[in-house]
Structure formats: structure tokens, C-alpha cells
């Protein structure tokens, strides 16, 4: 059965796969203080453009939000995140876990506005009662979004700056950062990126690696004792170069950028096969995921034959579901969806 249900049912790209095997019999030190995580870190850094910029391996998207989170935040304070951000709709609560709330704002088409932002962080400081409230710590917004969109360089930095006025870290979540990135009208890079956010992650997990997180602190200093922390959380593997023995395949020969590029490629091959047909989107998406609004005995009987996600309700017996391609997307894929369709 073809499957558009995600970006992360596949194994691995073969290139990582060679290179785990390639070094499976290495003995590398435990807890990613091996060569080979050195390595991936240091071809990150060179990717950015960051020779000092620090870098963390973790496993999986929600430990990686809910430990880098919590290691940036007092315990009086809580996480800024718009409505259908991932962290307040995805995770199951585990930023709340951590005792941290999320203070959410109305979003726009899945994306923080930074007029919305100052207006809240402006109302905050004037209210003579806020030391009686959750202290606004941090700012967390996903590139691109949960609901497909990105944002532009000019949106990015306007909130950077409602940031730094406020002294308030900015957290880029990256989980499908590459499919941000390799989007048709995204003026956005890895290296302009790393200078307007304090920390960002870059998702393996989705983009090709069995598993893993590159957690990037570029504008602020990591914790002191972030690998503790990481401890506590469970979020330190003991065999470390796992992660990095993939993440050095993933940026080698921009890897990592062509296998987004793939996935953005045959998105749009399935968004046009939809606009062909006559369907109606529920929002305009340049990236991997793609909200098709279908009739519900469509979604039924397409539903016996392909894999995909009923996203919500839509007036008229109608239902938004999301249809994801991901960098082993084939064409093969793409024309049986068009053949069942």
C-alpha cells in the first residue's frame, strides 16, 4: 500500500546505512564523545557558517523540544507558542511534563505574528501584576509549520527582533527544517538562519537518518550543564555515534539538501495531480505537507488503498486530510495516487 501518511515511516537513506556499517566494528566512545559525532558537528558548523556555534545529538523530535526547553527556562516560566504549534498540539503535554506552561497566541496560517508577539510580551510588562503570573522565558516557533507553511525572512526577523528587545531567546523547532529550507520561494539558508534565532534543531529523523536531532545553540550559550540535563531526561544515548555517524552522512556532500529537495520536488508533482483533478486546498503549502480538502466518500474509498491522515472536518461532508512525501517519495507513488484518484 502506498503510504502518504508521514515523512518518517522509511528506514534510512542507503548512504547513512553505509556509513553505520561502514563503522560498526569501531569501538567508538560512549555518549557522542566519539570522533565521528565531532565529525557531523563539525561539518554542521561549517554548513552554518559557525565555527563556535555548540552542538547536541538527541534522538527524537518531542525529547529534543521538551529537554532544550526546559534547560532554557527558570521554573516560574513558561514557553510562548502559537495555537497550532507542535508543542501544543502534538507532544502530548510534555512541555507541561516539565512544569513549563505554553502560552499560546493566535496563529496565522500555522505562523506567529511578531505584532502579536509584542503585543502580548507589551501588555506582560505593563501589567503590575505579573509577578503573580508565569514569566513569558522563551519563544518557540516551527520551520516550517505544523501546517506546511514557512515563513519568510522578513517574518523570521521581525520576531527576532520583538526577541531581543525583550531579551527572550528565540527556539527554532527543525524538525522538517530541510523541507523549509528547499521550499520554492523560501529566502531563508541554514547560516542566515543560525544568526536570527539562539537555537534551533535540525531533524534528522524526518530527512533520511533512522534517528536523530541536531540541536544548534548559535545565538546563546547552551547550559552549562545541558548534558546533565539531557541525563535527566533520558535524552543521552550511550551509543552516541549512532546519531553521529548519520548526521556526518547527512552533510556530506549536501545529502541532507538534496533529499529535501526530492521530497519538496514530488510535492509539488502531488499538488498539481489534486489541482488537476479539481480539489480544493485547505491552505497553500510550498513544502512536503500538502491539506487536500475530499469529499468523504472519496476519503473512504481511498483510504482502502493508500495511507494518508484525516486532518479535520470540513463543511459539506467533506474532510481536510494531509497527504506527506518525504525524500523516498517515488514517481511510482505520485501516479498511483493519481490512478486511484
Given at each position: ?13 542507503p548512504k547513512v546505512l553505509e556509513n553505520l556499517i561502514k563503522h560498526n566494528d569501531a569501538r567508538p566512545t560512549p555518549y557522542g564523545f566519539d570522533e ?16 563556535d556555534a555548540q552542538i547536541f545529538f538527541l534522538t527524537g523530535g518531542t525529547q529534543t523540544n521538551a529537554t532544550t526547553i526546559d534547560s532554557m527556562l ?102 522538517r527544517l530541510g523541507y523549509g529550507l528547499m521550499a520554492e520561494g523560501c529566502d531563508i539558508t541554514m547560516p542566515w538562519l543560525a544568526r536570527h534565532c ?144
Open positions: 500500500m502506498v503510504s502518504f501518511e508521514c515523512d518518517y515511516n522509511n528506514g534510512a537513506h565521528f559525532s565531532e565529525r557531523a558537528k563539525k561539518r554542521i558548523r561549517e554548513a552554518i557558517g559557525m565555527p527558570y521554573q516560574y516560566e513558561g514557553v510562548i507558542c502559537v495555537d497550532s504549534g507542535h508543542i501544543n498540539v502534538h507532544e502530548a503535554g510534555a512541555v507541561e511534563f516539565t512544569e513549563h506552561k505554553i502560552i499560546t497566541l493566535p496563529s496565522k496560517e500555522g505562523k506567529m505574528e511578531a505584532r502579536t508577539l509584542r503585543k502580548y510580551l507589551d501588555d506582560f510588562y505593563h501589567d503590575g501584576n505579573r509577578d503573580h503570573a508565569v514569566h513569558p522565558g522563551l519563544v518557540y516557533i516551527t520551520f516550517p509549520t505544523e501546517l506546511g507553511t514557512i515563513y519568510s525572512a522578513r517574518e523570521m526577523d521581525d520576531i527576532y527582533n520583538v526577541c531581543r528587545y525583550y531579551d527572550i531567546p528565540l527556539y527554532v523547532d527543525g524538525a539562539d537555537v534551533f534543531y535540525i531533524g534528522g529523523t524526518k530527512i533520511g537518518a533512522l534517528c536523530g536531532e541536531a540541536v544548534v545553540f548559535c545565538g546563546r550559550q547552551a547550559h552549562k550543564h545541558f548534558f546533565s540535563i539531557q541525563k535527566q531526561h533520558g535524552a543521552v544515548i550511550a551509543k552516541g555515534a549512532l546519531i553521529g555517524l548519520q548526521f556526518e552522512a547527512l552533510f556530506t556532500d549536501d545529502l541532507y539538501f538534496k533529499l529535501a529537495r526530492h521530497a519538496i520536488e514530488k510535492a509539488m508533482l502531488m499538488k498539481q495531480v489534486f489541482k488537476e483533478k479539481g480539489y480544493e486546498f485547505w491552505l497553500d503549502s510550498p513544502t512536503n505537507q500538502q491539506f487536500v480538502i475530499l469529499p468523504d466518500a472519496t476519503v473512504d474509498e481511498l483510504a482502502k488503498r493508500m495511507e494518508f491522515t484525516h486532518w479535520g472536518q470540513a463543511e459539506g461532508h467533506r474532510t481536510i486530510c494531509r497527504f506527506v512525501t518525504s525524500w523516498a517519495t517515488t514517481d511510482d507513488d505520485i501516479n498511483e495516487l493519481k490512478r486511484l484518484l
